[in-house]
C-alpha cells in the first residue's frame, strides 16, 4: 500500500543516487499557453530518468537474501539502466531483457553499469514474459518496472520535490507508460493536497491506461505504435490500476507528431534533450483548457540516440516549414538556374540541395525539372518564396522535403 509514511522514506533513501532537479520557469511555453509553466528536468539524473527512484528504493526494501539471488527485469531502456546502476550500488548481479526495438544508446548504457542485457521481443511486454521465464529458471528476484506499489513509491517521490519547491502547483503532467510513475505521483498529491490535480499523457499510438479506464478495467491493447518507445506498452499495471482510477483526474493522448515539435521547441528554447516519452507532457501543453494555472510538467527523460535525435530534428524543421522541396519547370539553356536562384535569394532562402532532372520532358529545351530544398524562418517565409517564384513565371510545386 502506497503511504505518507513510506514516501518520505523513500524520499529520504533516494536522495543518495539522485541529483535535485530543481523545477524551471519557461518563459516559452508560458507565453505559447497562457500559463505559468514550469518543467521538472528529470531527464537530468546521472542516468538520463526518473527510474532510478523507483528501483533503488525497490530494492533497498529486499531482504539481503532477495539481492543476493540477482536481480532481473524487462526494460525499453530507462528503467534498465535505473535497476543496473541501483544493482551496482548495492553490489549485486543484474539481468536486463529489452526489446530488440530499444535505442542503442539504452543497451550500451545498461551495460555500462556492469548489467547483463538479454534483447527480446519488439515491445515492452513481449520481453517482461521472457524476463518473468528466466526469474523462474534461475531464481532471478524480479524488479518490476512499474506493477509495484514499492517502485511507484519511489517514482513518487518527484512529486514530494515538487511541492516543496512549488506548493501552490494547481496542476502536474505527467507521462503514462505502464502507469507507475502516474501511480507515484498522483497518490502523493493527492495525500498531501486534493486540490491539485494530476494529468496523464499517453501517446496516442500506446494508450492503454486511457482505453483501461474508459473500460473500467486492466485492458491489453492489440498492438502499439508510437516514436516515445518509452511508453510503448500494451498493458497497465494490474496492482497500480486501483491507484490511478482514483487519484488520476485526467488523461490526454498526443500524437507522434507533436512529439516531433516539442522536441524542437525543448532544443531551441531550452537547450535540453529530452527522450520522446519526457515530450508527453510538453505537447500536453498545448491540449489544456484553461489558463493562468501553474502548471508543472515533467520531462521523465532524455535518453536518446543521435541517429533517432537527428531524424527527429529533421521532422521537427519539416512540419515548422523550416526546411520544405519546391519543384519548378524550366527551359535547359544558360541563366535559367542562375535567375531562380537570384529570386530564392532576394526573398532570403537559403538553398540547402538542387536536384536537376533532365528527362521529364522529350524535349528539353522545352522543359527541365529543378526540384529545390530550402531552409526558411517558417510557414510566412516560405509563402513568401513561393509567391516570389509566381510572379516570376514559375509554377512552384510542393514535394515531400527531401533531405
Known amino acids: 500500500m502506497l503511504t505518507l509514511e513510506k514516501f518520505e522514506e523513500a524520499s529520504e533513501i533516494v536522495k543518495k543516487v539522485t541529483q535535485e532537479t530543481k523545477l524551471i520557469y519557461s518563459d516559452y511555453f508560458s507565453s505559447h499557453t497562457g500559463n505559468k509553466v514550469y518543467l521538472k528536468p ?36 530507462n528503467h534498465a539502466q535505473g535497476v543496473a ?7 549485486v548481479k543484474a539481468v536486463i531483457v529489452m526489446p530488440t526495438t530499444t535505442p542503442l544508446i539504452k543497451v550500451e548504457r545498461t551495460k555500462s553499469y556492469g548489467a547483463q542485457v538479454i534483447l527480446h521481443g519488439d515491445v515492452y511486454d513481449e520481453a517482461c514474459a521472457h524476463a518473468y521465464k528466466l526469474a523462474e529458471e534461475h531464481g532471478y ?5 512499474f506493477d509495484d506499489p514499492a517502485v511507484a513509491t519511489g517514482q513518487g517521490t518527484i512529486a514530494m520535490e515538487i511541492l516543496k519547491e512549488l506548493p501552490l502547483v494547481d496542476y502536474i503532467l505527467v507521462p503514462i507508460g505502464g502507469g507507475g510513475l502516474a501511480t507515484g505521483v498522483s497518490t502523493l498529491v493527492k495525500l498531501l493536497n486534493p486540490n491539485i490535480k494530476v494529468i496523464g499523457v499517453e501517446p496516442a499510438g500506446a494508450n492503454c491506461m486511457q482505453a483501461s479506464l474508459l473500460n473500467g ?33 485526467e488523461i490526454i493522448t498526443v500524437e507522434d507528431d507533436e512529439l516531433v515539435v516539442a522536441f524542437l521547441d525543448m532544443v531551441e528554447n531550452h537547450k535540453m534533450i529530452v527522450e520522446n516519452s519526457g ?31 537527428a531524424s527527429v530534428v529533421q521532422h521537427g524543421l519539416i512540419a515548422r516549414d523550416r526546411i520544405f522541396t519546391v519543384s519548378v519547370l524550366l527551359p535547359d539553356k544558360p541563366g535559367e538556374l542562375v535567375r531562380v536562384a537570384s529570386v530564392i535569394a532576394r526573398e532570403q532562402g537559403n538553398v540547402i ?14 522543359a527541365v525539372e529543378l526540384k529545390i530544398t530550402l531552409e526558411a524562418f517558417g510557414t510566412e517565409h516560405k509563402q513568401q518564396i513561393i ?13 515531400m522535403a527531401n533531405l
Request: a positive charge; charged letters at 20%; aromatic letters at 8%.
Open 42 to 77: 528529470e531527464n537530468m539524473q546521472v542516468t538520463g530518468a526518473y527510474k532510478i527512484r523507483g528501483a533503488y528504493y525497490k530494492i533497498s526494501t529486499l531482504t539481503p537474501g532477495e539481492r543476493e539471488k540477482g536481480l532481473i527485469t524487462a526494460s525499453a531502456g
Open 85 to 91: 546502476y541501483a544493482a551496482k550500488a548495492f553490489g
Open 141 to 145: 528476484t524480479f524488479i518490476h518496472p
Open 217 to 249: 478495467e486492466v485492458m491489453t491493447l492489440p498492438s502499439v505504435n508510437t516514436i516515445a518507445d518509452g511508453t510503448a506498452v500494451k498493458r497497465p499495471g494490474d496492482h497500480i490500476f486501483p491507484y490511478i482510477q482514483k487519484n488520476v483526474d
Open 279 to 309: 515530450l508527453l507532457t510538453v505537447a500536453a501543453l498545448k491540449h489544456l483548457k484553461f489558463q493562468d494555472k501553474k502548471v508543472v510538467s515533467i520531462l521523465s527523460g532524455g535518453n536518446m540516440d543521435v541517429i533517432t535525435m
Open 353 to 366: 540541395k538542387l536536384d536537376h532532372n533532365q528527362f521529364v520532358s522529350t524535349t528539353r529545351t522545352a
Open 387 to 399: 509567391e516570389a517564384l509566381k510572379k516570376e513565371g514559375y509554377q512552384p510545386r510542393l514535394e
